[in-house]
């Protein structure tokens, strides 16, 4: 079962038990994935590779927008994109811990004798494939610079 699959599923049961907030959570995710599968060269399909990038991306925004909505004390707006973080998180497969990306980081980095900030880029490419859905480039990027710093 795909993600649009899973999704559709979900709004049904959603819209039974009348829980507004998964419904408009899933109405979200639901226009990306069609916004995706029309975008040129998608051909009406998307990856699930593509799934996954749809959904981080997703949450990453989310996640902004709680951050902004915290600072400027706007609890309302902040619940709602707490509420819509909950169910994106339901579709993307559980995020590793700070010590298990550290442990990748290091493995990649004795795999490509990475030995300071220059070989980065050669670190982050290998990093982001290898914990792609489990991991934030952001938490990737800034572990990658600690331990490639001199």
Same mark, same amino acid.
């Given at each position: 079962?795909?993600?649009?699959?899973? +999704?559709?599923?979900?709004?049904?049961?959603?819209?039974? @038990?009348?829980? $507004?907030?998964?419904?408009? !959570? &899933?109405?979200?995710?639901?226009?990306?994935?069609?916004?995706?599968?029309?975008?040129?060269?998608?051909?009406?399909?998307?990856?699930?590779?593509?799934?996954?990038?749809?959904?981080? *991306?997703?949450?990453?925004?989310?996640?902004?927008?709680?951050?902004?909505?915290?600072?400027?004390?706007?609890?309302? &707006?902040?619940?709602? $994109? *707490?509420?819509?973080?909950? +169910?994106?998180? @339901?579709?993307?497969?559980?995020?590793?811990?700070?010590?298990?990306?550290? $442990?990748?980081?290091?493995?990649?980095?004795?795999?490509?004798?990475?030995?300071?900030?220059?070989? /980065?880029?050669? +670190?982050?490419? /290998?990093?982001?494939?290898?914990?792609?859905?489990?991991?934030?480039?952001?938490?990737? !990027? !800034? &572990?990658? *610079?600690? &331990?490639?710093?001199?």
């Amino acid at each position: 079962m795909n993600l649009e699959e899973k +999704v559709m599923s979900a709004m049904k049961n959603a819209m039974k @038990q009348k829980d $507004e907030a998964a419904l408009r !959570s &899933l109405r979200g995710i639901k226009a990306e994935i069609i916004k995706a599968k029309t975008e040129p060269g998608a051909h009406g399909e998307i990856s699930q590779d593509g799934e996954m990038k749809l959904l981080q *991306k997703m949450l990453k925004q989310r996640k902004d927008a709680l951050e902004i909505y915290t600072a400027q004390k706007r609890e309302d &707006l902040a619940n709602k $994109e *707490k509420e819509e973080i909950a +169910v994106i998180e @339901q579709y993307l497969p559980a995020q590793l811990s700070e010590e298990e990306i550290l $442990e990748t980081i290091q493995k990649i980095i004795a795999q490509t004798g990475a030995s300071g900030l220059a070989d /980065l880029g050669k +670190v982050m490419g /290998l990093a982001t494939k290898e914990l792609a859905g489990k991991a934030e480039g952001k938490t990737i !990027s !800034s &572990l990658a *610079k600690n &331990l490639l710093a001199p």
